[in-house]
């Protein structure tokens, strides 16, 4: 098929899909739309373009610049966690049992790929037309917003701005780092890269609470430090670097770093049984101050707690609190908490599925600077 003809037609096809939504959406409900229906039509769409032929890849070219799109993933998962010890942490609102998680990685597994290999196809048909490769960008950074919050968002000034700063923009500078990539390798990296950062966000429990313009600018800084650093060696490799010097960029170097790193953001995430959290008022004063950090212990059998016990539960927002009294009823544990510093008990009784953990121990004094800046910010 000419090259031409086959990206009209691959775009007109994404666009009538996109304009669609609303009515998919109401025929078949939101559900069967995002479980059947939008894998299905990027399957079909990935089928009509395999059938293109593709630029060859060199080995070195995919692997460094996979290298790179992973590196960068994982920085930014790193800063991102690590900014919820400064902004606090909200728990995720995925849901987290067998049958939301095998769902969730089934969509991810099946629509990233085949709108990255999609991506390619058009960015490679179009590789000498700027233009074609903008609207491109453009036309894939609509294809990762969700198109009922999109229009939600604009019914007044305020929500518009914050969603054009804090998505809309984030995701278009987001796309034309990917649109870059498939350009110079193919739709590997960017998949690996995607994939890496959806599968993060829904199998953590918990995620940080951020606001809209520290979301926009973490993003914004990332992207555009991997641009820079890819479009630097792509420049080197276009000088004709030698095959020792690229040997020595071997993936096999970074796998202990790739490891630790990872081990890192699942403890911060809250994977294993401790996770660390950083305490941002007195309340609990002397026992700990703001700015220390606790180290929480998952706790499954809240028969075990007992008066006295430092917990850590869901209350609006993630609070540390001691056990002053504990009621139960119908073989349900209900728990009455205070702060040390507070005058009087809290006005409303923790239920045993809202507690996360029991407080192990504290480190003095290392989170302070997560206090300031969040202060700062505020």
């Known amino acids: 098929m000419n090259k031409r003809i086959g990206t009209i037609c691959v775009i007109t096809i994404i666009v009538l899909f996109l304009v669609f939504y609303n009515i998919l959406n109401s025929i078949f409900g939101n559900n069967i739309y995002l479980a059947v229906i939008c894998p299905l039509f990027w399957l079909l769409l990935f089928l009509f373009c395999y059938i293109s032929p593709s630029r060859v890849i060199t080995k070195h070219e995919r692997i460094d610049i996979t290298q790179t799109m992973i590196i960068s ?50 960015v490679k048909n179009n590789s000498n037309n700027s233009f074609v490769l903008f609207l491109i960008t453009i036309l894939f950074t609509f294809v990762m917003l969700n198109f009922g919050i999109l229009q939600s968002s604009y019914n007044n000034f305020i929500s518009g701005f914050k969603y054009t700063s804090s998505q809309l923009f984030t995701t278009l500078i987001s796309n034309f780092l990917l649109s870059y990539v498939v350009l110079k390798t193919d739709s590997i990296p960017n998949t690996i890269y995607r ?24 993003n914004l800084v990332v ?30 170097r970074y796998i202990p770093f790739y490891i630790s790193i990872i081990l890192f953001i699942l403890f911060v995430a809250g994977i ?56 139960s009823n119908d073989r349900k544990y209900y728990f009455k908490t205070k702060g040390d510093n507070n005058l009087e008990d809290d006005n409303y009784i923790v239920k045993e599925e809202d507690i996360v953990g029991k407080v192990e121990f504290v480190i003095p004094g290392i989170g302070y600077p997560s206090v300031m800046m ?5």
């Open 195 to 218: 994939l890496l950062l959806q599968l993060v966000l829904i199998l953590t429990p918990i995620m940080p609470n951020l606001d809209w313009y520290i979301s926009a600018v973490i």
């Open 272 to 327: 294993f049984s401790y996770q660390p959290i950083t305490i941002m008022s007195n309340s609990m004063f002397p026992e700990f101050k703001k700015g220390d950090v606790l180290i929480v212990k998952k706790i499954k059998d809240k028969s075990s707690l007992n008066i006295g016990d430092i917990i850590e539960f869901k209350h609006d927002k993630i609070i540390t609190h001691r056990i002053v009294n504990i009621y």
């Open 374 to 378: 969040k202060e700062l910010f505020e």
């Open 223 to 252: 992207v555009t430090i991997t641009y820079i650093y890819i479009k630097n060696w792509c420049l080197n490799k276009e000088k004709e670097l030698s095959i020792r010097d690229l040997r020595k960029n071997s993936s096999k």
């Open 73 to 122: 993933a994982i920085s930014y998962i790193i800063l991102y966690f690590l900014l919820g010890l400064i902004f606090g942490f909200q728990y995720s609102p995925y849901k987290h049992d067998i049958i939301s998680i095998g769902l969730n990685i089934w969509l991810l597994c099946i629509t990233i790929p085949m709108e990255e290999y999609v991506r390619s196809y058009l």
